[in-house]
């Protein structure tokens, strides 16, 4: 026989939160790795020289890397999608720079172009985000099997090593050098989140990020 009860159900909707959704919120924010905030902050502070100017240092190879992005954007508005030849260099006589150096960042930098920006300012992003490549991906390759200290730890020593710091993006301008040293430890976390858990998507993501250090600076 049914017996009565007088408790009243319970609207959970308007009583309070599902204690079901309470672990899930937990796991999710759990899963926020606040290692990645101390990571931007980093960066930040790493990049404040090039983004506190407006400009780029003087006396470097960085004109010469704002010359050939204006001479490959002009080329690719006119039809020539992976040109060879720079006809505007040496006074007009020409110059095959895109027959040997390593293009990718200069097509990065059609990027910000395409968005209305000039020259100097799509060499300036891609300083800046080599520097966070570089930081970004010390950190996930240090990470998975030393902790979140350790990780922090050799993405501060990478990003403030004097070679990245300094000398690629304020001593020589090197841009396309610069970026590359910054997609290095990206390509090796790659090759070992592979080697820990092999499949194909991790397996496309080694070959992809190897093959775009090759690309943005093959010497």
Known sequence: MPTRTDAAPVDRGRAG????SAPRAGRLLRRIDPGWG???????????????RSGLPRET????HIFRLAELARLV??????????PNFYFGYGY????YYAPLVYYLGL????????????????????????????????RPAWGRPAGLVAATAFSFAP????????????????FALGLLPVAFGALDAFRRR?????WLAAVGAVTAVVLAHNL
């Open 17 to 20: 939160t599902d204690p079901a």
């Open 38 to 52: 101390l990571l931007l902050l980093l960066c930040l502070l790493a990049a404040w020289p090039l983004l506190s």
């Open 61 to 64: 190879d960085a004109e010469l």
């Open 77 to 86: 508005a006119g039809g020539e999608i992976y040109p060879r030849w720079a």
């Open 96 to 99: 095959p720079i895109f027959n």
């Open 111 to 142: 990027v910000p172009m395409a968005l209305g920006t000039s020259a100097v300012f799509a060499v300036k992003v891609w300083f800046v985000a080599g520097l966070w490549l570089g930081a970004a991906g010390t950190y996930g390759f240090v």
């Open 163 to 178: 070679y990245v710091l300094f000398v690629d993006p304020h001593a020589r301008g090197d841009l396309a050098e610069s």
């Open 198 to 202: 092999p499949g194909a998507v991790r």
